[in-house]
């Protein structure tokens, strides 16, 4: 089964095309991830260069999977909608996965066996974050202040470099190693139940959406009320 695997919920541009008829490890036949901002303009010619790389067209695919975030509102909806295009274009399944579980899945392919802390950057001086054993998730997803994460140790901690002196300091004491491990499309076709019914895309934005509709102006004492 040729898969192909995106994710948009963070900084990193992710796409690959995974084999996963090659027994218990599947194979990445391309990828590539990259850090940008700029998701909806690189996405598509991405998904397009990696076919070309693998030898496959669009009608080799038999499925997608996509990163459901966490994420912000613009991130996820430009990998989400592209993913649900996709699928309904060519007739295949598109399986959403939790961004963190996959991110876990990685960890767990790795060989960075027990317990793993999962954190990305929600801005505004927030973080989103996951806590698992081996690659089951045991909380979250959720967003806090970094300070405020209360979690049981962790033997792994991915997390973003610019965000690791903002986490509490007996997390960082306790941890056996601290990275951060970008989504993969290993990692996301691995969290992903193939065999599975899919079930509808359902975005993890974990709070508001930035935009907010503009409160109502109080009318004008120069406009009379009217009985109609």
Same mark, same amino acid.
């Given at each position: 089964?040729?898969?192909?695997?995106?994710?948009?919920?963070?900084?990193?541009?992710?796409?690959?095309?995974?084999?996963?008829?090659?027994?218990?490890?599947?194979?990445?036949?391309?990828?590539?991830?990259?850090?940008?901002?700029?998701?909806?303009?690189?996405?598509?010619?991405?998904?397009?260069?990696?076919?070309?790389?693998?030898?496959?067209?669009?009608?080799?695919?038999?499925?997608?999977?996509?990163?459901?975030?966490?994420?912000?509102?613009?991130?996820?909806?430009?990998?989400?909608?592209?993913?649900?295009?996709?699928?309904?274009?060519?007739?295949?399944?598109?399986?959403?996965?939790?961004?963190?579980?996959?991110?876990?899945?990685?960890?767990?392919?790795?060989?960075?066996?027990?317990?793993?802390?999962?954190?990305?950057?929600?801005?505004?001086?927030?973080?989103?974050?996951?806590?698992?054993? !081996? *690659?089951?998730?045991? $909380?979250? &997803?959720?967003?806090? %202040? #970094?300070?405020? +994460?209360?979690?049981?140790? =962790?033997?792994?901690?991915?997390?973003?470099?610019?965000?690791?002196?903002?986490?509490?300091?007996?997390?960082?004491?306790?941890?056996?190693?601290?990275?951060?491990?970008?989504?993969?499309?290993?990692?996301?076709?691995? !969290? *992903?139940?193939?065999? $599975?019914? &899919?079930?509808?895309? %359902? #975005?993890?934005? +974990?709070?508001?959406?930035? =935009?907010?509709?503009?409160?109502?102006?109080?009318?004008?004492?120069?406009?009379?009320?009217?009985?109609?």
């Amino acid at each position: 089964m040729n898969v192909l695997a995106i994710d948009t919920a963070t900084t990193d541009l992710v796409a690959g095309i995974v084999d996963t008829d090659t027994g218990a490890d599947a194979r990445v036949l391309a990828e590539a991830v990259t850090e940008t901002r700029a998701h909806n303009e690189l996405l598509v010619p991405t998904v397009m260069e990696l076919l070309s790389q693998a030898g496959l067209e669009f009608s080799d695919l038999d499925a997608v999977v996509v990163g459901c975030g966490p994420g912000p509102f613009t991130g996820l909806r430009v990998g989400m909608s592209t993913a649900a295009a996709f699928g309904q274009a060519l007739g295949i399944p598109v399986h959403g996965v939790c961004t963190h579980d996959a991110v876990a899945a990685l960890a767990q392919q790795e060989h960075w066996e027990g317990s793993s802390l999962i954190v990305t950057d929600a801005r505004r001086r927030e973080v989103y974050w996951a806590r698992y054993e !081996a *690659a089951r998730r045991m $909380a979250g &997803p959720d967003v806090v %202040a #970094p300070a405020a +994460l209360d979690v049981a140790r =962790a033997d792994v901690i991915s997390c973003p470099e610019s965000l690791r002196g903002q986490l509490p300091a007996e997390l960082i004491d306790v941890a056996r190693h601290i990275t951060y491990i970008p989504p993969h499309p290993a990692g996301l076709v691995a !969290a *992903a139940d193939l065999a $599975a019914t &899919p079930e509808p895309l %359902a #975005p993890l934005y +974990l709070r508001r959406p930035d =935009a907010k509709e503009p409160a109502p102006k109080p009318k004008s004492p120069a406009i009379p009320d009217v009985d109609v």
